[in-house]
């Protein structure tokens, strides 16, 4: 847990889904210098895949959270961030072809949707 906020370069991303490989290889009694074919017979995804799906997850509950989701519309509608975190969200959703605009519009969708329940609820009283 965490490894999807942290800033992990393609060669150490390569580095985990080898030392992950070994470790199952290890688990299971085989040689490390046997065949890579474990992940698929095991239907295992890499260690990189999973970093990837979790920081599109974090995303996901960033944007469904009523605290976050202005300040990620905020983020998301800016050209250029300094946020690293960010960034790497944002890269994980293209690398899934994840389409960021959808990304806005539904975040833009449930802003309004919150707003109008809120003067729904106002007027009630």
Not at 7 to 23: A, M, V
Not at 49 to 64: A, E, F, G, N, P
Not at 79 to 90: A, C, G, H, S, Y
Request: hydrophobic share 40%; aromatic share 6%; charged share 20%.
């Amino acid at each position: 847990y965490g490894l999807e906020i942290v800033n992990i370069t393609c060669t150490e991303l390569n580095k985990l889904d080898r030392q992950g490989r070994i470790s199952l290889k290890s688990l299971l009694g085989l040689s490390k210098f046997s065949k890579n074919y474990l992940l698929n017979i095991f239907n295992l995804q890499n260690v990189s895949t999973l970093i990837t799906q979790r920081r599109v997850q974090l995303l996901d509950q960033l944007i469904k959270n009523n605290i976050t989701t202005s300040y990620i519309l905020q983020l998301l509608t800016q050209r250029d961030t300094e946020f690293l975190v960010f960034n790497q969200l944002t890269n994980a959703c293209n690398q899934l072809n994840i389409d960021i605009l959808n990304i806005v519009i539904t975040v833009m969708e449930l802003i309004n949707r919150r707003s109008n329940v809120t003067l729904y609820q106002n007027r009630k009283m």
